[in-house]
């Protein structure tokens, strides 16, 4: 069984996607198409910014969305996926190239999802932390005992935790798990604490804009982030897409579930290496490839 993963942000890079812009016509209608529907050329910040353009959380995420979904469109007989999943934003990529929604509608959640996620960090502004090499229980008990807002937020492989809260929140977490025996703890240079209550602002905006879109049911079980678990139900699918604003991203345990599940190999689309690289350190016999550039 083949499962195909797209990544989220923090992949991103400049020139992404020229290539598929340059030699496929399909993949080029469908950029001028996203630069209609987000009302400015994005095509541009992609092909020739500069990283700080591409930094801009409003930026960010359709750069990444539209080279993974653009990117599996134009892959043709090679993406016949048995399974999928997207790490945080990738998840919106995952569903698109499933099937539950369309390549507008998608976009179009994904615009929003990142002006509101933009909003939220302007009020109240808050950060991430990557831990390293200590175990998830650990983590989790340090963020429960500090009196600030911080949680574990991205679960992206085993002893490596990413913690999301307040400036003082962050500070606080990362001295007690340096105490106890964290090799790293690492601040990680993003706009705000994503996948945190910080988000609720966030969340609340979105989720009336996910009922207002239409999903179907995928081709494909969609391992969502919220629950780790293969989902094909359209209402379910528009719960979890809510509750991920504010919830951890649960992907060594996405992983974990699609290797129980009988997947065979992981195929990573879009730009980066990150995903084939969380999937080896969950088990490091399985067999990955990735495609981050036009095919022919």
């Known amino acids: 069984m083949k499962?195909?993963?797209?990544?989220?942000?923090?992949?991103?890079?400049?020139?992404?996607?020229?290539d598929l812009y340059d030699n496929s016509p399909m993949a080029k209608e469908l950029f001028e198409k996203a630069n209609e529907i987000l009302g400015f050329r994005i095509t541009d910040l992609m092909f020739e910014g500069t990283d700080e353009d591409l930094k801009q959380t409003k930026v960010t995420q359709p750069a990444i969305f539209l080279h993974s979904v653009i990117l599996a469109k134009t892959l043709g007989e090679t993406f016949k996926p048995e399974m999928t999943a997207g790490h945080s934003l990738g998840e919106f990529s995952a569903l698109v190239s499933a099937g539950a929604m369309n390549f507008e509608d998608g976009l179009k959640l994904v615009s929003q999802r990142a002006q509101a996620m933009q909003k939220a960090c302007e009020i109240e502004p808050s950060t991430m932390a990557a831990i390293v090499g200590l175990e998830d229980s650990i983590v989790e008990e340090v963020c429960q005992s500090i009196d600030e807002v911080v949680v574990a937020a991205n679960y992206n492989c085993p002893g490596q935790l990413v913690i999301s809260g307040s400036f003082a929140g962050i500070d606080k977490a990362c001295e007690a798990l340096t105490e106890k025996g964290a090799k790293r703890a690492i601040k990680l240079p993003v706009g705000g604490a994503f996948h945190s209550p910080l988000m609720e602002p966030a969340r609340t905006e979105l989720a009336a804009a996910i009922e207002a879109t239409e999903f179907n049911t995928p081709v494909c079980p969609v391992y969502q982030n919220v629950n780790a678990?293969?989902?094909t139900d359209p209402a379910t699918i528009k719960e979890n897409l809510v509750a991920?604003?504010?919830?951890p991203v649960r992907w060594t345990q996405t992983?974990?579930?699609?290797?129980?599940?009988?997947?065979?190999?992981?195929?990573?689309?879009?730009?980066?290496?990150?995903?084939?690289?969380?999937?080896?350190k969950v088990d490091r016999k399985m067999p990955t490839e990735g495609f981050s550039t036009y095919q022919g």
């Open 3 to 18: 499962a195909f993963v797209f990544p989220g942000q923090g992949a991103q890079y400049v020139g992404m996607g020229k």
């Open 229 to 231: 678990k293969a989902v």
């Open 244 to 247: 991920q604003l504010t919830a």
């Open 255 to 280: 992983v974990q579930n699609m290797i129980a599940d009988g997947v065979s190999s992981f195929t990573e689309v879009g730009p980066g290496k990150v995903l084939q690289g969380l999937v080896k």
